[in-house]
T-cell receptor, first 116, second 115 residues
Framework: DTGVSQNPRHKITKRGQNVTFRCDPI?????LYWYRQTLGQGPEFLTY????????KSRLLSDRFSAERPKGSFSTLEIQRTEQGDSAMYLC??????????????FGQGTRLTVV | AQKITQTQPGMFVQEKEAVTLDCTYD???????LFWYKQPSSGEMIFLIY??????QNATEGRYSLNFQKARKSANLVISASQLGDSAMYFC????????????FGKGTTLSVSS
Protein backbone atom coordinates (compact mmCIF):
# COMPACT_ATOMS: atom_id res chain seq x y z
CA ASP A 1 0.00 0.00 0.00
CA THR A 2 1.60 3.22 -1.13
CA GLY A 3 -0.69 5.69 0.58
CA VAL A 4 -3.89 7.54 -0.17
CA SER A 5 -4.72 7.60 -3.85
CA GLN A 6 -7.04 10.06 -5.56
CA ASN A 7 -8.36 9.98 -9.08
CA PRO A 8 -8.41 11.87 -11.29
CA ARG A 9 -5.63 14.29 -10.44
CA HIS A 10 -7.12 16.99 -12.59
CA LYS A 11 -10.62 17.54 -13.91
CA ILE A 12 -11.91 20.30 -16.15
CA THR A 13 -15.64 20.43 -16.59
CA LYS A 14 -18.26 22.75 -17.97
CA ARG A 15 -20.59 24.52 -15.61
CA GLY A 16 -23.68 22.46 -14.99
CA GLN A 17 -22.03 19.08 -15.51
CA ASN A 18 -21.71 16.43 -12.83
CA VAL A 19 -18.32 15.21 -11.67
CA THR A 20 -17.23 12.32 -9.48
CA PHE A 21 -13.93 11.89 -7.67
CA ARG A 22 -12.57 8.74 -6.14
CA CYS A 23 -10.40 8.22 -3.09
CA ASP A 24 -8.68 4.99 -2.10
CA PRO A 25 -7.48 5.26 1.49
CA ILE A 26 -4.70 3.34 3.18
CA UNK A 27 -6.17 -0.13 3.44
CA UNK A 28 -6.30 -0.57 7.21
CA UNK A 29 -7.61 2.94 7.88
CA UNK A 30 -11.17 3.17 9.12
CA UNK A 31 -11.60 6.94 8.85
CA LEU A 32 -11.79 8.80 5.55
CA TYR A 33 -12.07 12.56 5.21
CA TRP A 34 -12.90 14.90 2.35
CA TYR A 35 -11.65 18.48 2.31
CA ARG A 36 -11.81 21.35 -0.14
CA GLN A 37 -8.93 23.77 -0.51
CA THR A 38 -8.90 27.00 -2.50
CA LEU A 39 -5.74 28.85 -3.39
CA GLY A 40 -3.92 30.31 -0.41
CA GLN A 41 -6.39 28.89 2.11
CA GLY A 42 -6.38 26.02 4.53
CA PRO A 43 -8.31 22.83 3.82
CA GLU A 44 -12.00 23.19 4.65
CA PHE A 45 -13.67 20.13 6.08
CA LEU A 46 -16.50 18.71 3.98
CA THR A 47 -17.36 15.32 5.43
CA TYR A 48 -15.92 12.20 6.94
CA UNK A 49 -16.64 8.51 7.30
CA UNK A 50 -15.82 5.95 9.90
CA UNK A 51 -15.97 2.68 8.03
CA UNK A 52 -19.07 3.01 5.85
CA UNK A 53 -20.91 5.43 8.14
CA UNK A 54 -20.89 9.11 7.28
CA UNK A 55 -20.44 10.64 10.73
CA UNK A 56 -20.25 14.33 10.02
CA LYS A 57 -21.05 16.75 7.23
CA SER A 58 -20.06 20.39 7.07
CA ARG A 59 -22.63 23.00 6.21
CA LEU A 60 -20.30 23.71 3.27
CA LEU A 61 -21.57 20.46 1.80
CA SER A 62 -24.57 21.72 -0.15
CA ASP A 63 -27.21 19.39 -1.52
CA ARG A 64 -25.29 19.31 -4.81
CA PHE A 65 -22.52 17.40 -3.04
CA SER A 66 -22.80 13.78 -2.04
CA ALA A 67 -20.23 11.37 -0.70
CA GLU A 68 -20.33 7.64 -0.26
CA ARG A 69 -18.13 4.94 1.15
CA PRO A 70 -20.23 1.89 0.39
CA LYS A 71 -18.04 -0.89 1.71
CA GLY A 72 -15.91 1.06 4.10
CA SER A 73 -13.01 1.07 1.67
CA PHE A 74 -12.86 3.56 -1.21
CA SER A 75 -15.00 6.67 -1.28
CA THR A 76 -16.54 8.83 -3.99
CA LEU A 77 -17.43 12.50 -3.90
CA GLU A 78 -19.94 13.65 -6.48
CA ILE A 79 -20.75 17.23 -7.34
CA GLN A 80 -23.92 17.76 -9.35
CA ARG A 81 -24.62 20.79 -11.52
CA THR A 82 -21.14 22.19 -10.99
CA GLU A 83 -20.67 25.93 -10.53
CA GLN A 84 -17.57 28.03 -11.05
CA GLY A 85 -17.31 28.43 -7.29
CA ASP A 86 -16.72 24.71 -7.00
CA SER A 87 -13.30 25.13 -8.60
CA ALA A 88 -10.82 24.01 -5.95
CA MET A 89 -8.53 21.23 -4.89
CA TYR A 90 -10.43 18.35 -3.32
CA LEU A 91 -8.33 16.49 -0.79
CA CYS A 92 -8.95 13.09 0.69
CA UNK A 93 -7.30 11.85 3.86
CA UNK A 94 -7.46 8.69 5.90
CA UNK A 95 -6.54 7.70 9.42
CA UNK A 96 -6.78 4.79 11.83
CA UNK A 97 -9.03 5.78 14.71
CA UNK A 98 -8.90 3.58 17.78
CA UNK A 99 -10.43 5.87 20.36
CA UNK A 100 -7.39 8.11 20.74
CA UNK A 101 -6.81 11.57 19.32
CA UNK A 102 -3.32 10.54 18.22
CA UNK A 103 -4.50 9.69 14.77
CA UNK A 104 -2.34 11.21 12.10
CA UNK A 105 -4.27 11.74 8.90
CA UNK A 106 -2.49 10.85 5.67
CA PHE A 107 -3.47 12.89 2.66
CA GLY A 108 -3.74 12.07 -1.00
CA GLN A 109 -2.39 14.39 -3.65
CA GLY A 110 -5.79 15.80 -4.36
CA THR A 111 -8.04 16.30 -7.36
CA ARG A 112 -7.92 19.76 -8.86
CA LEU A 113 -11.30 20.72 -10.27
CA THR A 114 -11.69 23.56 -12.73
CA VAL A 115 -15.20 24.56 -13.73
CA VAL A 116 -15.33 26.62 -16.91
CA ALA B 1 -16.95 25.35 18.45
CA GLN B 2 -13.38 24.60 17.59
CA LYS B 3 -11.24 27.19 15.86
CA ILE B 4 -7.63 27.37 14.77
CA THR B 5 -6.02 30.78 14.23
CA GLN B 6 -2.78 31.36 12.37
CA THR B 7 -2.11 35.10 12.33
CA GLN B 8 1.04 35.15 10.19
CA PRO B 9 0.17 35.03 6.48
CA GLY B 10 3.86 34.94 5.57
CA MET B 11 7.19 34.50 7.28
CA PHE B 12 10.67 35.04 5.90
CA VAL B 13 13.83 33.48 7.30
CA GLN B 14 17.39 32.89 6.22
CA GLU B 15 18.91 29.46 5.93
CA LYS B 16 20.18 27.99 9.19
CA GLU B 17 18.09 30.33 11.30
CA ALA B 18 15.27 29.18 13.56
CA VAL B 19 11.70 30.29 12.94
CA THR B 20 8.50 30.11 14.98
CA LEU B 21 5.11 29.76 13.32
CA ASP B 22 2.22 30.78 15.55
CA CYS B 23 -0.96 28.85 16.19
CA THR B 24 -3.70 29.48 18.71
CA TYR B 25 -6.76 27.38 19.16
CA ASP B 26 -10.13 27.59 20.80
CA UNK B 27 -11.88 24.65 22.34
CA UNK B 28 -13.82 23.84 25.47
CA UNK B 29 -12.68 20.23 25.39
CA UNK B 30 -10.16 18.87 27.84
CA UNK B 31 -8.89 16.18 25.52
CA UNK B 32 -7.73 17.08 22.03
CA UNK B 33 -4.82 16.73 19.66
CA LEU B 34 -2.84 19.34 17.77
CA PHE B 35 -1.06 18.73 14.48
CA TRP B 36 1.18 20.60 12.10
CA TYR B 37 1.25 19.82 8.40
CA LYS B 38 3.51 21.12 5.63
CA GLN B 39 2.23 21.71 2.11
CA PRO B 40 4.91 22.34 -0.53
CA SER B 41 4.03 23.86 -3.87
CA SER B 42 3.47 20.35 -5.22
CA GLY B 43 0.33 20.20 -3.11
CA GLU B 44 0.67 17.15 -0.89
CA MET B 45 0.03 17.55 2.83
CA ILE B 46 2.90 16.21 4.90
CA PHE B 47 2.46 15.43 8.59
CA LEU B 48 5.16 17.02 10.74
CA ILE B 49 4.36 16.75 14.43
CA TYR B 50 1.62 15.93 16.94
CA UNK B 51 0.88 17.11 20.50
CA UNK B 52 -1.77 15.64 22.75
CA UNK B 53 -3.49 17.91 25.24
CA UNK B 54 -2.41 15.70 28.13
CA UNK B 55 1.19 15.39 27.00
CA UNK B 56 3.36 17.07 29.59
CA GLN B 57 6.38 17.45 27.38
CA ASN B 58 6.57 19.42 24.17
CA ALA B 59 6.66 17.21 21.10
CA THR B 60 9.82 17.10 19.00
CA GLU B 61 10.52 15.48 15.63
CA GLY B 62 13.99 16.15 14.31
CA ARG B 63 14.25 19.87 13.50
CA TYR B 64 10.59 20.42 14.41
CA SER B 65 9.35 21.11 17.90
CA LEU B 66 5.97 22.18 19.16
CA ASN B 67 5.88 24.85 21.85
CA PHE B 68 2.67 23.87 23.65
CA GLN B 69 1.27 26.37 26.15
CA LYS B 70 -2.03 24.93 27.26
CA ALA B 71 -3.14 27.84 29.43
CA ARG B 72 -2.62 30.22 26.52
CA LYS B 73 -4.11 27.74 24.06
CA SER B 74 -1.15 28.06 21.78
CA ALA B 75 0.75 25.42 19.83
CA ASN B 76 3.56 27.15 17.98
CA LEU B 77 5.80 25.25 15.59
CA VAL B 78 9.52 25.88 15.90
CA ILE B 79 11.77 24.93 13.00
CA SER B 80 15.43 24.97 13.90
CA ALA B 81 18.20 25.44 11.33
CA SER B 82 15.90 26.30 8.42
CA GLN B 83 16.66 24.78 5.03
CA LEU B 84 15.65 25.94 1.55
CA GLY B 85 13.40 22.90 1.29
CA ASP B 86 11.37 24.16 4.24
CA SER B 87 9.78 26.80 2.01
CA ALA B 88 6.11 25.83 1.95
CA MET B 89 2.70 26.48 3.49
CA TYR B 90 2.35 25.31 7.08
CA PHE B 91 -0.98 24.42 8.63
CA CYS B 92 -1.92 23.97 12.24
CA UNK B 93 -4.83 21.60 12.87
CA UNK B 94 -6.82 20.21 15.77
CA UNK B 95 -8.93 17.18 16.47
CA UNK B 96 -11.17 16.58 19.44
CA UNK B 97 -11.06 13.32 21.32
CA UNK B 98 -14.72 12.56 20.98
CA UNK B 99 -15.97 10.35 18.22
CA UNK B 100 -17.78 12.22 15.51
CA UNK B 101 -15.25 14.98 15.02
CA UNK B 102 -12.93 15.83 12.18
CA UNK B 103 -9.54 17.45 11.78
CA UNK B 104 -9.96 21.24 11.54
CA PHE B 105 -7.29 23.42 9.93
CA GLY B 106 -6.12 26.98 10.25
CA LYS B 107 -5.62 29.23 7.23
CA GLY B 108 -1.90 28.56 7.08
CA THR B 109 1.39 30.44 7.07
CA THR B 110 3.66 30.68 4.04
CA LEU B 111 7.29 30.21 5.01
CA SER B 112 10.00 31.45 2.64
CA VAL B 113 13.58 30.43 3.34
CA SER B 114 16.33 32.31 1.53
CA SER B 115 20.02 31.57 1.13
Amino acid sequence: DTGVSQNPRHKITKRGQNVTFRCDPISEHNRLYWYRQTLGQGPEFLTYFQNEAQLEKSRLLSDRFSAERPKGSFSTLEIQRTEQGDSAMYLCASSLYGGSVNTEAFFGQGTRLTVV
Amino acid sequence: AQKITQTQPGMFVQEKEAVTLDCTYDTSDQSYGLFWYKQPSSGEMIFLIYQGSYDEQNATEGRYSLNFQKARKSANLVISASQLGDSAMYFCAMIRSQAGTALIFGKGTTLSVSS
